[in-house]
């Protein structure tokens, strides 16, 4: 069984900025990929960052320049910094693991407000 925990969630002023990291832990997993997807109330969930083993990242079109992903592979944790937030990121972030096992965190709320 692998477990995601994820912390880094709050409250922020529109223009700041915020971390989030997920850590995977468990016995006898592999990791292909991690990622952060986002869901705001009355919306679907939708892709915010992936990052695959090699380094390779993926962005959704709505944070490119303002997010970066990055991943310590030692560690089996993910981060994602966040910059320049708008309101319209307020959602719940969720980090998903793609691998010998796949599966969501339990998910962090950002509010991005003033």
């Known amino acids: 069984q692998v477990q995601l925990v994820e912390s880094g969630g709050g409250l922020v002023q529109p223009g700041g900025s915020l971390i989030l990291s997920c850590a995977a832990s468990g016995s006898r997993f592999s990791i292909n990929a991690m990622g952060w997807y986002r869901q705001a109330p009355g919306k679907e969930r939708e892709l915010v960052a992936t990052?695959?083993?090699?380094?390779?990242?993926n962005y959704g079109d709505s944070v490119k320049g303002r997010f970066t992903i990055s991943r310590d592979n030692a560690k089996n944790t993910v981060y994602l910094q966040m910059n320049s937030l708008k309101p319209e990121d307020t959602a719940v972030y969720y980090c998903r693991l793609d691998g010998s096992w796949s599966g969501w965190g339990q998910g962090t709320q950002v509010t991005v407000s003033s």
């Open positions: 990052i695959i083993t090699s380094g390779s990242t």
